[in-house]
């Protein structure tokens, strides 16, 4: 299966569980591919002792998972594209839902 998830949320706990059921599909032999749209683009920021958004981030990219980022929103918070998270664009966000069997957003 072809698995879709787009981030858009800035709740720690929720982005966190977003990039689990990341990695438990890549690990069932799922394509996974992740969008951050809006505040969904502050996520690499949002680790606390309970919440460890960035690891469960890194452990989608180790196993295969790609992530995006929306170039606009990142622009409007003065960030930029990292090679974990390259600047990307509504035209990869559609493309990412057409060629998904599947999209879920958190």
């Known amino acids: 299966m ?4 787009i981030v858009y949320s800035q709740d720690a706990e929720t982005v ?38 960035s690891e469960q981030m890194q452990a989608f990219h180790d196993q295969g998972g790609r992530i995006l980022a929306c170039g606009t929103c990142l622009k409007m918070r003065h960030q930029e594209g990292t090679e974990m998270c390259p600047l ?10 057409k060629t998904s069997d599947k999209v879920v957003s958190f």
């Open 16 to 53: 966190w569980n977003a990039f689990r059921l990341g990695v438990y599909s890549l690990g069932q032999g799922d394509q996974v591919s992740a969008f951050l749209l809006a505040k969904g683009v502050e996520c690499q920021s949002l680790d606390s002792d309970k919440f460890k958004v």
């Open 88 to 97: 990307s664009s509504m035209k990869d966000l559609c493309q990412m839902i």
């Open 2 to 5: 072809k698995l879709g998830i």
